[in-house]
């Protein structure tokens, strides 16, 4: 059974999820001053604050390489000078790892489970899907599927234009 909702403001995973949004936010912000003061080419990577994990171009590979992980490229060493400056900075700025709100846990069902969970706009749209039947969440509006699939063309759409 799957089902299709909107997420309304006042429920604990809106606010989570905004948490969330404003912690990847800020992260980013740093990976980019980050970045500038290191020299990295990329800008792909991945947010954490306890590791340093980037995406590396050819150039990041030739300056950097000889602190990766020998079987992981683009994967810092714990104790190579950029992962513990990385670190550091996520420290002093008291940044946390980013983490999207888990909705199994607000289902409250654990095994074989499939969610969605994005904002457009100013609406948080989420489905889930499990093995089992399941009630709604407080918080959790049921839409139909055809608006919640449209809602999703519309906002690809808009983004080719």
């Known amino acids: 059974?799957?089902?299709?909702?909107?997420?309304?403001?006042?429920?604990?995973?809106?606010?989570?999820?905004?948490?969330?949004?404003?912690?990847?936010?800020?992260?980013n912000t740093a990976f980019v001053e980050f970045a500038k003061e290191q020299g990295f080419e990329t800008h792909e990577y991945?947010?954490?604050?306890?590791?340093?994990?980037?995406?590396?171009?050819?150039?990041?590979?030739?300056?950097?390489?000889k602190y990766f992980k020998k079987d992981t490229p683009g994967l810092f060493k714990k104790n190579s000078p950029p992962a513990k400056a990385w670190v550091n900075k996520c420290q002093v700025f008291g940044l946390e790892s980013p983490s999207k709100p888990n909705l199994a846990f607000e289902f409250r069902i654990f095994g074989r489970t499939s969610s969605r969970l994005f904002m457009v706009g100013d609406a948080l749209y989420a489905s889930f899907r499990a093995d089992c039947n399941f009630e709604?969440?407080?918080?959790?509006?049921e839409i139909k599927a055809s608006d919640f699939f449209k809602v999703i063309e519309d906002y690809e759409e808009s983004l080719k234009h």
């Open 1 to 27: 059974m799957e089902k299709y909702y909107i997420v309304m403001p006042g429920s604990p995973i809106y606010k989570e999820y905004m948490d969330y949004k404003v912690m990847s936010e800020k992260v």
């Open 46 to 65: 991945y947010q954490s604050a306890q590791r340093l994990y980037i995406c590396p171009t050819e150039g990041d590979v030739d300056k950097f390489g």
């Open 136 to 141: 709604n969440p407080d918080g959790f509006e």
